[in-house]
């Protein structure tokens, strides 16, 4: 069964850090590109960082660089998304997604795991 399970939301006060997870089931991310994205109430879902497969380049939505760091595991076939500095806008559901073409475009991913949230207090 090929599954995403995100997971590591939580409620924290402004300024303060979550680290969340990707784990896969059912196919391994080195084969793949992996996403992050999130989506609150009444907003349109927006990428916030991806990884690529191939060479590990990364990329980030400019209101999170600086603050947020992404990664790979691939012993434990899991995606990291270290975020830091935290303020109310990140709130969100948060979601990883596998895509074969890196970017930070919803629509061409793939694979979708189910959100956590994330909510920052102020």
């Known amino acids: 069964e090929v599954q995403l399970q995100a997971s590591g939301g939580g409620l924290v006060q402004a300024g303060g850090s979550l680290r969340l997870s990707c784990a896969a089931f059912?196919?391994?991310?080195?084969?793949?590109?992996i996403g992050w994205f999130r989506e609150a109430p009444g907003k349109e879902r927006e990428g916030v960082s991806c990884i690529s497969s191939s060479d590990g380049s990364t990329y980030y939505d400019g209101s999170v660089k600086g603050r947020f760091t992404i990664s790979r595991d691939n012993a434990k076939n899991t995606v990291y998304l270290q975020m830091n500095s935290l303020k109310p806008e990140d709130t969100a559901v948060y979601y990883c997604a596998a895509d074969h073409n890196i970017g930070l475009i919803a629509s061409e991913y793939d694979y979708w795991g189910q959100g956590t949230q994330v909510t920052v207090s102020s």
């Open positions: 059912g196919f391994s991310f080195d084969g793949l590109d």
